[in-house]
């Protein structure tokens, strides 16, 4: 009997929309590592693991918080700004003497705000989320530049080792801080979609939001927390690549946004809304992280990688496409 419940369970669990995907994407991130390893006998040594798992940790960072806005049924285009925001705010904060922990705390109060005004502009004022958040991806760098006057920070010195340690260079079980605070903050993302109701709620606005605001469900709240928690993951993101670097810049989170919808879709999530599993979006991110170092290592020149990149892209918006579509090969597939 027992058996039989488990088979019947991993049989519903397969059919689940988005799962067959991240199996996939799950293969072949086992057939790239071998790939990698064949060509290449140093890919799997220690430093080079831990420098992919150092890049994986913002990318799955700001591909959690892209997943969550896509399962709402929207997209949130000012990631790689939000990600800049942060790493000038908290820089020049600690520049200017303040300790690391308020500037912690004010930089990402303040991209949990602009994760807000991302909410009201596509909940409340119904503007497409295309269109939203390329405005304020716009808005965001010019008042970043404005008030930096357009140039990166100083080192943020000595007094702010604390928040390099904390968010960087510090170690668990030989495995870097940054790490542990994706992997965190992905377990908590993980349990509030699965097991709350603001969860629940996330997946039924994306899924049919008209019967969800029939049924008194307020969904341009839900669109407000998606949004808010899309932008405090991407401020922690910034947080990272800047304890990394040691100052602030204001492009350090150029093409983030291409990364954060990479990691998520390749991983499961789909674009049509209301489907996926964070757990996809783990994989997508490790894939992507893995096959742009394994591509480094192995000698390939910069244009041919954005070449496979970017057809890996298209090739998995591809499958999300038909899947709307609903053509019954790829659906299967999907």
Excluded at 111 to 118: Q, S
């Amino acid at each position: 009997m027992g058996y039989h419940k488990l088979t019947e369970y991993i049989h519903r669990l397969i059919r689940t929309k988005g799962v067959m995907r991240s199996l996939i994407a799950s293969v072949v991130l086992i057939v790239l590592i071998f790939v990698f390893s064949v060509r290449d006998p140093l890919f799997g040594g220690y430093y080079n693991v831990s420098n992919i798992l150092n890049s994986i940790a913002p990318i799955l960072l700001v591909g959690i918080g892209q997943s969550i806005v896509l399962i709402s049924g929207h997209i949130d285009l000012s990631i790689g700004t939000t990600v800049g925001i942060s790493s000038m705010m908290s820089a020049t904060l600690m520049t200017h003497g303040m300790p690391y922990y308020f500037a912690i705390l004010i930089t990402l109060f303040s991209c949990g705000a602009f994760g807000l005004l991302n909410g009201i502009l596509v909940g409340r004022m119904r503007i497409p989320s295309y269109i939203a958040t390329i405005a304020t991806l716009i808005l965001g760098e010019g008042i970043t530049q404005l008030v930096a006057k357009n140039v990166d920070t100083a080192f943020v010195g000595h007094a702010a080792r604390g928040f390099r340690n904390l968010f960087f260079y510090g170690k668990f079980l030989s495995i870097n801080n940054s790490v542990w605070i994706a992997v965190i903050i992905w377990v908590i993302m993980l349990i509030l979609l699965s097991k709350t109701r603001t969860g629940r709620y996330v997946h039924a606005v994306g899924r049919n939001p008209v019967a969800m605001r029939v049924l008194g469900v307020k969904i341009d709240s839900t669109i407000d927390i998606s949004y808010v928690i899309c932008a405090v993951c991407s401020g922690f993101a910034g947080l990272i690549l800047t304890a990394e670097l040691g100052y602030g810049e204001m492009d350090i989170g150029n093409n983030y946004e291409i990364y954060a919808i990479a990691a998520a879709v390749i991983g499961g999530i789909t674009t049509l809304g209301g489907r996926g599993l964070l757990i996809g979006t783990a994989v997508g991110a490790s894939l992507w992280c893995v096959l742009q170092n394994g591509l480094v290592r192995i000698g390939v020149p910069v244009a041919v990688q954005n070449v496979v990149v970017g057809v890996v892209i298209i090739f998995v918006v591809y499958l999300d496409v038909k899947a709307r579509q609903g053509k019954s090969g790829i659906k299967r597939l999907i």
